[in-house]
């Protein structure tokens, strides 16, 4: 016999034996499911003491008409980087998913050229007064409950006044600051 009929051979015992357990592996994935004893690891954890809920402070309008006079226009219109995927804030500028923004310091709520409002603010009487803008973009749902405005806010009091003192900018003649 020559070596190649003896690799013939040997070729086929090692395939029938990789046949016959490739076979019963596969059948054994399949069929049988091999629970753990445990599952995982048991992690030592201490009970943590949960601490009473601290009531959150209510807003207070007045510590924002405080900070306007030092406020930053500039670090106002930083801030306003995030308006600007709905509004616009050029003279004349057209409504996007929220209305143009020009001249909004002073003007009637729900009342801009070619913007349907929704319904919440169309019956919200009053005109953006600074007391008005600051409840409205610090909490939009908080100061008129049902309006369509999805933004959560500016919570932070500095980052508030800066885009108050900028919106004022957004006019031919601004509104004064309040005393």
């Given amino acids: 016999m020559d070596s190649f009929e003896v690799n013939k051979i040997a070729g086929a015992v090692l395939a029938a034996i990789l046949v016959i357990a490739g076979t019963k592996t596969l059948l054994d994935i399949n069929f049988h499911k091999h629970k ?4 995982g690891w048991a992690l030592p954890v201490e009970a943590i003491a949960a601490k009473p809920a601290e009531p959150e402070a209510p807003f207070d309008v007045a510590a924002i008409t405080t900070l306007l006079p030092k406020a930053n226009a500039d670090a106002g219109k930083a801030v306003f980087k995030k308006c600007l995927a709905c509004h616009t804030a050029d003279k004349g500028g057209r409504n996007l998913v929220g209305p143009n923004l020009w ?10 050229p070619g913007f349907n409002f929704s319904d919440a603010m169309k019956k ?4 953006w007064s600074w007391d008005e803008l600051t409840k409205y973009l610090h909490s939009p749902v908080g100061a008129i409950p049902g309006n369509k405005m999805q933004f959560p806010g500016v919570k932070d009091n500095t980052d508030l006044a800066d885009l108050l003192v900028y919106l004022r900018t957004l006019s031919d003649s601004p509104i004064a600051l309040p005393k």
């Fill in 36 to 39: 753990p004893e445990k599952a």
């Fill in 103 to 112: 001249g909004v310091v002073g003007r009637k709520i729900a009342e801009a």
């Fill in 124 to 127: 919200h009487p009053g005109t």
